[in-house]
């Protein structure tokens, strides 16, 4: 093991990441104008806990949610198994996450959904990897944006290895996709798990490139949020961003891991379902009309589309 | 097999629940006075199909879904070993699933939210049994209503069988529980599974049991209805049914077993989330204010409450 490898301890990248929560609600709340986070500060029975800052009622954002997480306790052999493999499923492991969960809710339709993930999970033995991803959910889609979007990734990618973008730009279109309704969440974005070490890539490179995502948010989501805030907009437009939310609960409570596995071991139910939005609407078999922009955006929410 | 086990088929059964379907939307429909059921009659690839009817914007209900299947096809052996264990499971199965499903929320904050199921599964082998329910969900915890409502299903109940009542209510306090916010999703009523004959119930017993549950549907919830439609309500009654509507959907696409089983296996998903409410809405760690009616309200959203 380095000196390197030595000093990138499980409590630096910590720490890393508390100051990371606090960066971004410092910089989406001066881009919002209008409100600022209140905390809260959580145990965790088990061991560790978090932070969950969270905006309501700005300028811009409707809802915002920003958790802070550093967790530690045994994990049973079967959680160790459904981890990382039989491998080292005989016996129960001692383990350390921490991570930046972030989901923002902007009241106008017009400005999208935003979610980023930034994690780090160590088990006992040395085992390690770090996950995280960014997607980008527009109730109606602007090209200009998605392209805007996915170049921010593909440059962030690109400064650490030339196979990331692709690679975790298709990852991210098959995790944020809604089987139930034949459609991804949104326009996508990146979405990697289990980041490890290998010939190409030290632990030091990773945690930079997971840096570097954590460090992209704010201002891409700023600009965003800038660009679209003051476009106009009706009751038509309000009414399909409340049946796109409605889908963006069923993705979160049925198919996102996140959710599920927080929800399942008795995890902080308000730190996690700050994902919810402030309001969602379903109706019975609503279909949009060919020729609006609501199915010209809904024709939009698949995989495989290339922005870049 | 008697010969009047011969002519309880499972076409018999899947009529009567048709029939059920029928009458169900015709006196609801005539109790709210403002706004038909329209229908979608789908058919299912892999065999049989169903009719889903919806009302909405009638003068007291804004959403209700009633939903009819009849569906058949091959199960696997591990979808056989989950319902019924390892004991047929080395091969594949016929199935025959008939039911209807019924959830309708009220436009009123302090008229109650209801659902009720009865189903009907039969294997190839003479393997069969009864399952069901029904829930109340009231925003507004009345105590009379919850009583009149309990005591009109231990009626049904003690009518077939002594214990079936106290069985039920406790298996419904279990069932209908959300279990990350520690709370049950309405004040209970019935739940059921796996009703087979023995020696106390022949099926056409069991069939008269559950026939006599979808029979005591609508009448005990037009009851309700017509008592509250007129209680006058404020915008602080609209905002606690749109949060407790939040909950509603995080019980089902979390935790409803029927709902996350229709999902998984290519349902159709308009017919499964007929369950969702028109509008739900989300705050941050929320909390009713000690002394309110709200308050007064989530204290009794508990197991083991004795109505009757």
Redesign the interface.
Known sequence: MSVLTERLDKHSIRDWFADLQKNICSEISQADGGADFIF?VWERPEGGGGC?R?L?NGNILE?A?VGFTAASGILSPKAVASMVGNTLASQSHEFFATGVSIVMHPRSPMVPIIHMNVRYFELTDGIWWFGGGIDLTPHYVIKEDAVYFHQALKNVCDAFDASYYAKFKAWADDYFFI???NETRGIGGIFFDQLKADESHSKEQIFEFVKAVGNAFAPTYAHILKKNANLPYSEVEKEWQ?IRR?RY??FN??LDRGT?FG?ET??R??S???S??????????LQPKEGTPEFASSLLFQKGINWV
Chains 1, 2 share one sequence.
């Open positions: 809260d969950t969270i309501q809802k949610g089987t139930h309704r409340s409605g609960v069923e409570l049925v599920k929800l008795n995890g139910t308000e996690i379902l700050m919810m939005p402030p309001m969602a609407k379903w109706g019975y078999n």
